[in-house]
């Protein structure tokens, strides 16, 4: 149980530092909060790992879809660093990066049954 909040709060931070990364017009803020986010990923891998051994069995297919969300964020959260940096960060991709943020935070409570909750 302590995994799955451990999940939880860190996607939440993620959630918050990439939202200040992105959206912030001060260079050095973002770049810190970029680095928080990238602290997070390892974070979120690694949980995410570890309660994906526990939802195969139950949902395997679900399971696999989300992990491969879960990826996705990161990538397109990388990928959207990368152009605030060449400052031609676009509003299409925030909102790419936003649903694919709701996507993952949808099936992972359906997942654990709404558990962190």
Not at 7 to 35: D, E, P, R
Not at 97 to 112: E, K, N, P, R, S
């Amino acid at each position: 149980m302590l995994i799955l909040w451990v999940h939880f709060i860190n996607w939440l931070v993620l959630f918050a530092a990439a939202g200040i990364a992105l959206l912030s017009s001060n260079h050095k803020l973002s770049t810190i909060f970029m680095m928080v986010a990238r602290v997070c990923y390892i974070i979120a891998i690694v949980t995410g790992i570890i309660m994906m051994i526990h939802s195969w069995q139950s949902h395997p297919t679900l399971t696999l879809l989300k992990g491969i969300l879960g990826l996705l964020v990161i990538a397109s959260l990388e990928i959207a660093f990368a152009h605030k940096r060449r400052k031609q960060l676009s509003s299409k991709l925030m909102v790419i990066v936003l649903v694919l943020l709701i996507g993952v935070a949808a099936f992972g409570l359906y997942l654990t049954q709404g558990r962190p909750l």
